[in-house]
């Protein structure tokens, strides 16, 4: 076993379900259109790039990166890194980031610390001031039994 996937239900999940029944808005798009959604919608996660389906795969990818680089193992796990996120758009069509992708500036930077989630998501959060101690660089603990 190289990482306990029972693991991945804590933080990366809580963070990938943050987009789930969300509305994702463009930093850049028209700041009334911004506060009309936001006004509307409970749930949203704003974002520094064009929500594409590379895009999310390329900060999903950033946003699990970070979490596993600040997760001090507790079971004898090493070197642990993310190898690929696809998101799929259909059955068939989909947009998959390595690291070379996420990290790419050609395709745009993806600043984490511009994502902005709603106050109701972070409600949902187990933590919910986990996304800013992820950004301060705090590090997480895993535990030893899931």
């Given at each position: 076993m190289v990482y306990d996937f029972g693991l991945t239900k804590g933080?990366?999940?809580?963070?990938?379900?943050?987009?789930?029944?969300?509305?994702?808005?463009?930093?850049?798009?028209?700041?009334?259109?911004?506060?009309?959604?936001?006004?509307?919608?409970?749930?949203?996660?704003?974002?520094?790039?064009?929500?594409?389906?590379?895009?999310?795969?390329?900060?999903?990818?950033?946003?699990?990166?970070?979490?596993?680089?600040?997760?001090?193992?507790?079971?004898?796990?090493e070197g642990v890194e993310l190898e690929r996120v696809v998101v799929?758009?259909?059955?068939?069509?989909?947009?998959?980031?390595?690291?070379?992708?996420?990290?790419?500036?050609?395709?745009?930077?993806?600043?984490?610390?511009?994502?902005?989630?709603?106050?109701?998501?972070?409600?949902?959060?187990?933590?919910?001031?986990?996304?800013?101690?992820?950004?301060d660089g705090k590090i997480f603990e895993n535990p030893t039994v899931?």
């Amino acid at each position: 076993m190289v990482y306990d996937f029972g693991l991945t239900k804590g933080m990366i999940k809580e963070f990938i379900d943050s987009f789930d029944h969300s509305i994702t808005l463009w930093s850049e798009d028209d700041p009334e259109y911004l506060k009309d959604m936001k006004r509307w919608s409970e749930r949203w996660v704003q974002i520094p790039v064009n929500p594409s389906a590379e895009q999310y795969a390329r900060l999903i990818f950033l946003l699990i990166d970070r979490v596993l680089s600040q997760t001090k193992m507790a079971n004898e796990e090493e070197g642990v890194e993310l190898e690929r996120v696809v998101v799929h758009e259909t059955e068939t069509g989909y947009a998959e980031a390595d690291r070379g992708d996420a990290y790419n500036d050609e395709f745009g930077v993806i600043e984490l610390e511009k994502v902005l989630f709603s106050d109701r998501v972070r409600e949902e959060w187990h933590n919910p001031e986990m996304f800013k101690e992820l950004l301060d660089g705090k590090i997480f603990e895993n535990p030893t039994v899931v």
